[in-house]
């Protein structure tokens, strides 16, 4: 059974520090998909990352980084010089590999940025 | 580009009055679509997906349902509402196989959401 365990429920830190969320997941699948989205105050889920279980290169974006460990089945999720604007829900995600799989959310994590 | 549409935005129904929901995108063919629902302060929950017109499956026993006439078109009905049923109310759409040239990427797109308040 494929599992998404996001361990922090709530995560409140001041505006320009440094987030980590974490992530780890379970499946019996040699190949799949890691996932992470934001869901805004406005409820709408942004898709952000798509990461392949083959492809372990870690990835930046501006101030966002994913680390990706198949070792430890865990795919964290880093901001770097937080903002208000980062506040949300973040969910990682877990696909299997055919079109036909369905997407597995963790709980997800509330982050809440302070000015 | 793709987009997805929900309406309506929020809505507030009596319990015992019927349902639905229309989700329609645009800009791909033959896409993998599907229904969740979020409690209040809660994680996703899986409804229904559909893979194509007419096929339907079902994730989770309920007085819901879901239908899909059309390659782009996917609603969500119920006969009777119970207070159970409110919540928010996603529709997402993937790329299918046969749009995908073989390459599913199985990320989802989640349209704007229909917000749900049974009394």
């Known amino acids: 059974a494929q599992k998404v365990t996001q361990a922090q429920t709530e995560i409140s830190v001041v505006e320009k520090e440094d987030v980590t969320l974490d992530c780890v997941y379970e499946t019996r699948d040699t190949t799949y998909y890691l996932f992470w989205y934001k869901q805004p105050p406005s409820g709408e889920l942004v898709f952000l990352i798509r990461r392949n279980s083959f492809d372990e290169q870690n990835e930046i974006s501006g101030r966002y980084s994913w680390n990706f460990q198949k070792s430890t089945s865990s795919f964290n999720f880093t901001i770097t010089a937080s903002q208000v604007v980062d506040s949300a829900v973040y969910f990682c995600?877990?696909?299997?590999?055919?079109?036909?799989?369905?997407?597995?959310f963790g709980s997800g994590t509330r982050l809440s940025i302070r000015p | 580009s793709q987009t997805i549409h929900q309406w309506p935005a929020t809505l507030v129904q009596p319990v015992g009055s019927p349902l639905s929901l229309e989700c329609t995108v645009e800009g791909t063919s033959n896409p993998n679509l599907y229904w969740y629902r979020q409690a209040a302060g809660r994680g996703l929950q899986l409804l229904f997906y559909?893979?194509?017109?007419?096929?339907i499956s079902s994730e989770v026993p309920q007085n819901l349902s879901a239908s899909r006439p059309q390659d782009r078109q996917f609603i969500l009905s119920s006969k009777k509402l119970l207070l159970s049923d409110s919540g928010f109310y996603l529709c997402?759409?993937?790329?299918?196989?046969?749009?995908?040239?073989?390459?599913?990427?199985?990320?989802?797109?989640f349209g704007p959401g229909t917000r749900l308040t049974v009394l």
């Open positions: 559909s893979v194509g017109i007419g096929q």
């Open positions: 995600a877990l696909s299997g590999y055919s079109s036909a799989s369905k997407i597995i």
């Open positions: 997402a759409w993937s790329r299918g196989t046969a749009s995908s040239g073989g390459y599913p990427y199985n990320e989802q797109f």
